[in-house]
């Protein structure tokens, strides 16, 4: 289940990073060259959506397997206590993109002229800490779906950061 999901988010991204593509006279005549160029050149945002995407995908399929055990009551307060599967992963995926779109931006500024090239480096600081709240996340959440039905108080899921 954990690489349908891996494999899924890394779809998203790519279709996305196609789909951002910029189609000029030429590209129209050879769209494989120019997203092979996109590929080489943007590698560091494409690896960090990766990471976005696939925590927030493990997350949320993994908080979706604990709901639907009836083990868990979800405590992030957007959500509500037993939200839908889709609006978990409505909410999970929106969130990616929103952070997706930060990092967009922050990439754009710095390779811009006069942008500042050390700007990089900042979307570092908050998705690798992300991921592994994430992780953590997904360890209680299966660790909750893995248990036997609750008695009649439901665990609590981790909220979102």
């Known amino acids: 289940m954990a690489t349908k999901i ?8 790519l279709t996305a990073s196609v789909a951002n593509a910029q189609y000029s006279a ?3 005549r050879n769209p494989i060259r120019k997203l092979w160029h996109g590929i080489r ?4 945002e494409i690896l960090y959506d990766g990471i976005l995407f696939a925590a927030e995908a493990a997350d949320a399929g993994s908080s979706v397997a604990a709901q639907n ?4 009551t979800e405590i992030n307060s957007a959500l509500g206590p037993h939200p839908s599967a889709r609006a978990t992963w409505t909410y999970a995926m929106g969130g990616a993109a929103a952070t997706a779109l930060l990092n967009r931006m922050i990439f754009h500024y710095a390779d811009s002229p006069g942008g500042d090239g050390e700007l ?21 959440n299966a660790k909750i779906a893995e248990t036997k ?13």
Request: proline share 8%; aromatic share 4%; charged share 15%.
């Open 149 to 161: 039905p609750a008695n009649s108080v439901g665990q609590s899921l981790k909220a979102h950061p």
């Open 26 to 28: 030429h590209v129209r």
């Open 41 to 44: 050149r943007h590698k560091l």
């Open 120 to 140: 990089r480096a900042i979307p570092l600081f908050y998705t690798v800490p992300m991921a592994v709240l994430e992780s953590r996340n997904v360890n209680q």
């Open 69 to 72: 055990t009836g083990n868990a």
């Open 6 to 13: 891996l494999a899924a988010a890394l779809g998203l991204m």
